[in-house]
């Protein structure tokens, strides 16, 4: 598995939703009754996938390792920036730089567009996630509530540098970019871990996207 010559990274296709959202539930479910508020990611559909590609503008990248899917990460455009979000990998698959090479793709997709900064944001209580995208180059750049959790999210970002370079945009002071960077996190959350749309408040043919909602306690919908 080491060799890297075993693992492929393209980008998925709607006809790849149901490969995705199995590897979202079974990568995530080490932490399902463990970390509060819960992840989103519990309850992904493969309907739910296909809406966030084409109504909400995420891309996913699917690793497979000899052809078999093991991972995968996602990642949609926002202005200034690439917000990446949902690395996960098979728990078969870990330990073999598969997080690694879909974290380098994502940023490969931000260098063909010239954007210069990935955002992304960690839980707070998992340090060894944070730690390893730190050892990936990510720094923190601020705190973000959820579901009313003081500092549950840590912000991180990663920014690129280009050879020849135009003019550098000015650099706002820390506090500043903090708290642009905890609103764009708490809009980030909103679509990606707290909000539930009920089709019923939807356009017919988002609804008809959507499809059913998602199984989910009434518990974890707090
Ligand atoms: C975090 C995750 C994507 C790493 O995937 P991976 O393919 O095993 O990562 P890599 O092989 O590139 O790197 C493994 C390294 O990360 C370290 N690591 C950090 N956090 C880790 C974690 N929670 N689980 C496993 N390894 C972790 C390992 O110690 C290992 O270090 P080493 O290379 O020095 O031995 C994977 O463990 C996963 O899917 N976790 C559940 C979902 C998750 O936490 N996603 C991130 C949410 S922000």
């Not at 109504?55 to 202005?79: C, E, N, Q």
């Not at 997080?99 to 940023?107: D, H, I, K, P, V």
């Not at 707070?124 to 990510?138: F, P």
């Not at 050879?163 to 990606?192: G, K, N």
């Amino acid at each position: 598995m080491a060799d890297d010559n075993r693992v492929a990274i393209r980008t998925a296709g709607p006809d790849d939703a149901d490969v995705i959202a199995d590897i979202t539930r079974t990568a995530f479910g080490q932490f399902e009754g463990r970390v509060y508020p819960p992840f989103r990611a519990h309850a992904q559909t493969p309907a739910h996938v296909r809406w966030e590609m084409e109504a909400k503008g995420f891309v996913y990248g699917l690793a497979l390792v000899d052809g078999r899917p093991a991972g995968h990460v996602r990642w949609r455009l926002r202005p200034g920036y690439m917000h990446v979000s949902r690395l996960a990998v098979l728990p078969e698959c870990r330990g073999f730089g598969v997080g690694r090479r879909l974290m380098a793709w994502a940023e490969e997709e931000a260098r063909r567009r010239r954007v210069r900064v990935l955002r992304g944001e960690v839980r707070t209580a998992l340090t060894d996630v944070l730690k390893y995208y730190m050892d990936m180059g990510y720094r923190v750049i601020g705190y973000a509530s959820l579901h009313g959790v003081p500092r549950c999210l840590t912000l991180i970002e990663k920014r690129l540098s280009y050879r020849r370079q135009t003019a550098r945009p000015a650099r706002p002071e820390r506090e500043e970019r903090t708290d642009d960077a905890a609103a764009s996190a708490a809009e980030e959350a909103a679509w990606v871990d707290e909000a539930r749309i009920s089709p019923r408040l939807l356009h017919p043919a988002l609804a008809r996207l959507i499809g059913p909602p998602a199984q989910r306690s009434r518990r974890n919908r707090r």
